[in-house]
């Protein structure tokens, strides 16, 4: 289980979200939920916020004219969006995020699809500096709404033993 309550003072509990090191284990699926259904408007301010200046995510007409025949979901829209559903899953305990590695755009994904996203567990070991640790890697799967893969990645995070990290004394 990803969500605990603990009682912080009598009658007060304060929820905590995540998996520590402890509770991963190499082979685990996690299936993120919910999904998130893009919309064109996410997809148009994403471009304004990240200054992406290709018109294949913002012009009807241009995207019309591609071999798409639309407009296409930014990519890094995608794995933002992966990242953020895996969090409670899978880094809502981390200290760091140490990289991603293997990005793989494998299918365009269109607004009004919704996107929806998956992480194994690939391994895990005890980190060698720092003893409250550990460093997890995952592979995390996209798929839209018909369960065609559109996003995959690895990504190697540093979590937090249980009793380590911040708020593991419930000081935040």
Known sequence: MTQTAKQVAPGRFRESFGRHYE??????????????TITQADNTWFTLLTMNTHP???????????????????????VALMVGMSVTDVSQQAIANLGWREIRMTAPLYPGDT??????????RESKSRPGAGVVSVRTRGF??????????ER?????????????????
């Open 23 to 36: 509770d991963f284990s190499v082979g685990d699926v996690y299936e993120h939920r919910p999904g998130r």
């Open 56 to 78: 294949l995510h913002f012009d009807e007409e241009y995207g019309k004219a591609s071999e798409f025949g639309r407009c296409i979901v930014a990519s890094p829209l995608t």
């Open 115 to 124: 996107l929806y996203a998956e992480s194994e567990v690939l391994e895990k």
């Open 144 to 153: 839209n709404q018909d369960r065609v893969e559109v996003c995959t990645f």
């Open 156 to 172: 190697t995070i540093l979590v937090a033993k249980r009793g380590h990290g911040v708020g593991s004394e419930g000081n935040y």
